[in-house]
């Protein structure tokens, strides 16, 4: 079953297309990643999620359903431009968030306080934001943004802004509410960032999605059977013909570092391991996974080419 | 319907809660019995200190009357008007008047020598002493029998009617003119003032970037509509406290002064007039016969469709920029119907139903303020019909382009903003 299930969007503003054609499933439970460069289309389709938007054409079923105005109430929303009304004090500010989620008012008193208390900044409830720091603000947008507990929770650039401080906490507080059932989106072009939280991953470019699946299974679809040695004493020229030096560099104490990819697919990398072994000291073995942006980078890079 | 409430509540809070509405709130309707109190305390001393002053009259053709008045003393002395100039710069007398062996028929040479420049209302009773004397000496020397001359005085009053309504009704263009004009340049005013709060409201809500998580809650025309509301109920409350301190502080101050309100005094004053002057009773039916309830409906309604069509495009404004001050160039032609409307009210109060009083009463633009200019001298039912509906389409129209604009622009960031532009948000489906 699926949180969300967006089919064939398309999104055109008078000079270009934001969203071309589009699909995205995103499995209950899961930690998405929305990932690709500015301007891709992912703040679009955000949008479009929020009912900000309208798409041109295409549907989006939030479990099942049509996207309506009571999946506002299900949603939680962290938009990549953040901000809180400066004057407001910070207990009415959540307050008023919430009940803009449709939380009956009692409730959003109570949940504020709750998680001003489990964040440590109860004792700010009634500052005006513009008293705050920066990084007590970002504690309170993240409050308002998971306040009505949403099933659907939707981070735009969660770590660009935020204190590194705060960063983790988001990360934390993220995964306990995956645990109890939530689903998140993250969207952002800095994919290192989001690599380690993301089980599922969509990568947009060009208004396209080009690229949609695990994690997992989009990282052994560019294994390439490529590994990481490093080693005492130079390898060279000794591997066989069924092992190939990508490449090699040295580095202090006659320490060397080497990539090795394995020729023959029915060889095994204990082999490679052997073969190194009877050659050099063998310090470290470690296969060569590529990165998100690797592939993503080798993605558009063939893209283009073909 | 519920979020659009929430936003409003949210809008009239936090403005009343600020301590800049407690301050003009509470501080002008202190300033205005303050300072009215403080004039009327300083009359009132003048008047208890009035002191004759003394005017030393060098008299040389022996025609001038010299019986002092309420504020003139005159002394007549003689000698050559040298000696006489230097006597007074040594004296503690407020002037000295020169009156030379003048001609009748043409009488001139009449000097008043002062040791300060002597004000208008001075020189005007001055005046006024010297020509009865010399009409008092032309009526002997004519032989002109006074009381003939005042038998032959005479004294009309023209009542005029208004017959547009089918009953007669007694006019008075002075109270029209003073009506119109308060109530017209009260529209003008708050149009600036709470349009204005609207607009900055929206640019607030941009550049702090709060925007975005609003409109994934509520629809962009209701966070509009939300703050336009909200903050025409701000001025509504306002208002009402005005009045109600104002009447209170000017009733408790004219009381701690020992004085009579003025409007109460000359009320009591003409009633008992009433009973013996013919004219007083006049005065008194002209009040009485003020469409009073119809000035104020008409106030309410062209207030509130004056604020809307005005407030929504302050809205707009706001949501298209980024700042306050790139808001300039675009309140330019908002304010143009605006000032034409105020700038049109001379011509309008001057007459009431020439053409250019008609259409500005009548184009939506400039009919909140210039119907009210208009309403009481009486305006034909069809005319005021006309320009009701012409507002209540006009402003349904400004609400609906200003919305248009709005939903895309509040979300627009660093984007150069001029009407071409403007005109392709408006188009932009959603």
Redesign the interface.
């Known amino acids: 079953m699926e949180a969300l299930k967006a089919t064939n969007i398309i999104k055109r503003y008078a000079e270009h297309t934001a969203l071309d054609n589009v699909d995205i499933s995103i499995p209950k439970g899961s930690i998405y990643g929305l990932l690709g460069p500015n301007g891709a289309g992912k703040t679009t389709f955000i949008r479009i999620i929020n009912q900000i938007i309208n798409a041109d054409e295409g549907e989006v079923r939030i479990n099942g359903d049509l996207l309506n105005q009571d999946h506002i109430s299900m949603i939680g929303y962290l938009p990549e431009e953040r901000g809180l009304y400066k004057k407001m004090k910070v207990g009415e500010q959540l307050v008023y968030l919430g009940q803009l989620r449709n939380l009956p008012k009692k409730e959003a008193i109570k949940r504020s306080r709750a998680w001003c208390e489990k964040l440590g900044i109860y004792e700010w409830w009634n500052k005006k934001i513009e008293d705050l720091s920066k990084g007590m603000a970002q504690k309170i947008q993240f409050i308002s943004t998971i306040l009505n507990e949403p099933e659907l929770i939707i981070l735009d650039e969660p770590f660009s802004g935020f204190d590194p401080v705060n960063a983790n906490l988001i990360k934390d507080e993220i995964l306990e509410l995956r645990e109890k059932g939530s689903t998140i989106i993250f969207s952002t072009h800095r994919m290192e960032s989001v690599e380690e939280l993301c089980d599922h991953i969509a990568l947009i470019n060009q208004s396209k999605k080009i690229l949609e699946g695990t994690k997992k299974e989009i990282k052994d679809s560019y294994r390439s059977n490529t590994f990481l040695v490093d080693h005492k004493g130079a390898v060279n020229g000794s591997l066989g013909s069924n092992f190939e030096l990508l490449g090699h560099e040295i580095l202090e104490d006659e320490m060397h570092q080497s990539i090795i990819q394995i020729k023959d697919p029915s060889l095994s990398p204990n082999d490679l391991l052997q073969n190194l072994i009877s050659n050099t000291e063998v310090h470290s073995f470690v296969e060569k996974v590529p990165s998100i942006n690797e592939i993503f980078i080798s993605k558009v890079e063939g893209g283009k080419n073909g | 319907m519920d979020?659009l409430f929430?936003v409003l509540k949210?809008e009239f809070t936090?403005r009343v809660k600020?301590k800049s509405f407690l301050l003009t709130t509470i501080l002008v309707p202190l300033l205005f019995p303050a300072i009215f109190g403080v004039i009327i305390y300083f009359m009132k001393k003048e008047d208890e200190n009035i002191k004759q002053q003394i005017i030393q009259v060098l008299d040389e053709s022996g025609k001038f009357d010299t019986k002092s008045t309420e504020k003139y003393s005159f002394v007549p002395i003689s000698g050559d008007l040298e000696s006489a100039k230097v006597a007074f710069t040594e004296s503690d007398d407020y002037g000295l008047l020169y009156i030379p062996n003048f001609n009748l028929e043409s009488p001139e040479g009449f000097t008043l020598y002062a040791k300060s420049n002597p004000n208008f209302s001075t020189i005007n009773s001055i005046e006024n002493k010297i020509e009865s004397s010399i009409r008092e000496e032309k009526l002997k020397v004519y032989e002109v029998d006074k009381e003939m001359l005042d038998k032959l005085k005479t004294n009309i009053d023209l009542t005029s009617l208004n017959i547009s309504e089918g009953v007669e009704k007694e006019s008075n263009a002075g109270i029209s003119f003073g009506i119109g004009y308060v109530t017209g340049f009260l529209i003008y005013i708050f149009m600036f003032a709470y349009g204005g709060q609207v607009m900055q409201g929206v640019i607030?809500?941009k550049s702090?970037?709060?925007v975005?998580?609003?409109?994934?809650?509520?629809k962009p025309f209701q966070l509009m509509m939300g703050k336009i509301l909200g903050v025409a109920s701000v001025g509504l409350f306002q208002v009402v406290i005005w009045v109600v301190l104002m009447g209170t502080l000017f009733t408790v101050i004219t009381g701690v002064l020992g004085l009579e309100m003025p409007q109460s005094a000359q009320l009591s004053e003409a009633t008992e007039m009433a009973k013996n002057s013919p004219e007083a009773d006049k005065v008194m039916r002209l009040i009485a016969s003020i469409p009073f309830t119809k000035i104020i409906l008409t106030f309410i309604f062209y207030f509130i469709g004056g604020y809307l069509l005005y407030g929504s495009l302050f809205a707009a404004v706001g949501s298209a920029v980024d700042t306050p001050s790139e808001a300039q160039q675009f309140m330019f032609p908002i304010m143009i119907p605006l000032i034409a409307g105020i700038v049109g009210m001379s011509s309008i109060i001057n007459n009431p139903d020439g053409n250019v009083s008609f259409w500005l009463s009548i184009i939506p633009f400039t009919s909140p303020i210039a119907m009210m200019g208009r309403i009481g001298f009486g305006v034909p039912a069809w005319e005021l019909a006309l320009s009701m509906v012409l507002l209540i389409l006009g402003f349904i129209g400004t609400v609906w382009l200003a919305g248009r604009i709005y939903r895309i622009g509040i979300?627009m960031?660093g984007t150069k903003v001029n009407y071409k532009v403007l005109a392709?948000w408006f188009m932009?489906?959603?």
């Open positions: 979020k929430l949210r936090s600020k607030e809500e702090s970037k709060i975005e998580v609003i409109v994934s809650t509520v979300l960031h392709k932009m489906k959603n």
